[in-house]
């Protein structure tokens, strides 16, 4: 795909985003679930059944707290840092104007879905009377990003950015569907992960055009370099390091016995996924891979055959 061949969703942008479309999601003081069970295992791990099955809620409520935590540092500090660097022309990859114009929409969209996630935590803090316990103050991208940027020389860094930024993306628009479609949960969350799809539909869209417009100019020295740096960003997004010391957190603010505490800590441990192709972010990733056309790279299939079926 070339730049010149690019063509503006802004139409779409102006009748469909979110912002322009949606009233405010108003949680339900029903009895739903708040979050999916199967978004946090913790609670349905053998010795939380036995020992504390009535803090279910508490943990599912503290749980949809970091989930919230993750979408603003994911949409504000990781996603709108490169789109408004496109959007004002401040970044190293030259785009033409459209592109510039969508990457504007995306800051835009981006930080509504910020404030939106706030203001339903605001609701739920007010609703259960549930305080959030601390949360973290990154996500994996917030280190991944960087460690694969550090091994680009630097005229690549910013199309390494450009590529993890639109990994991400592409990877949480899947997350954010199987979300949407859970019918345990309070249907004005499920309509909040719907109203988020809807935008991040399109932003998917326009992250793997950019991508593809990239990888059609890049030298095939450059293309070989990338490839090496994939595997390692890979990697250190799919790791589970800051969920885990989230869910050590949680086990410590639950009123249960030691005994039962330290049997939670050996359970949480072991509830990481394998990073690797069973993962169940890869076939997300591997989906971008194909669609921005990295996968027709012989050196991108060589780099990543550890994560191809």
Not at 21 to 31: I, Q, S
Not at 91 to 99: E, G, I, K, Q, S
Request: charge should be negative; proline fraction near 4%.
């Amino acid at each position: 795909m070339n730049a010149a061949d690019y063509l503006s969703f802004a139409d779409t942008w102006e009748s469909r985003a979110t912002i322009r479309t949606r009233p405010r999601r108003v949680l339900e003081n029903d009895d739903k679930l708040i979050y999916p069970l199967s978004r946090q295992p913790l609670v349905l791990s053998e010795t939380f059944l036995r020992e504390c099955p009535g803090q279910r809620d508490f943990a599912l409520v503290q749980t949809l707290y970091k989930f919230i935590n993750d979408v603003v540092i994911f949409e504000t500090e990781i996603v709108d840092k490169t789109a408004r660097s496109i959007a004002k022309n401040r970044f190293d990859l030259a785009f033409p104007f459209a592109c510039r114009y969508d990457a504007m929409t995306v800051v835009i969209d981006e930080d509504y879905h910020a404030l939106v996630a706030m203001d339903f935590m605001q609701q739920t803090v007010a609703m259960t009377g549930i305080a959030p316990i601390e949360l973290p103050d990154e996500i994996e991208l917030s280190r991944a990003i960087p460690a694969a940027i550090a091994l680009a020389p630097m005229h690549l860094r910013s199309a390494v950015e450009l590529i993890c930024v639109a990994i991400a993306e592409n990877t949480v628009t899947g997350d954010v569907a199987a979300f949407a479609k859970d019918d345990t949960v309070k249907q004005s969350i499920k309509g909040l992960m719907a109203d988020h799809l809807l935008d991040e539909g399109r932003h998917s869209g326009f992250w793997t055009r950019m991508v593809r417009i990239y990888w059609h100019t890049a030298s095939e020295a450059d293309r070989q370099c990338i490839a090496q740096i994939l595997p390692v960003f890979i990697g250190h997004y799919l790791t589970n390091d800051i969920q885990k010391s989230f869910d050590l957190r949680l086990i410590e603010a639950l009123p249960i016995s030691d005994a039962a505490r330290l049997a939670l800590r050996s359970e949480a441990s072991g509830l990481a996924y394998p990073i690797n192709r069973h993962h169940p972010l890869v076939a997300n990733i591997v989906r971008f891979l194909r669609s921005s056309s990295l996968l027709d790279s012989s050196c991108v299939q060589s780099a990543l055959s550890d994560y191809l079926i």
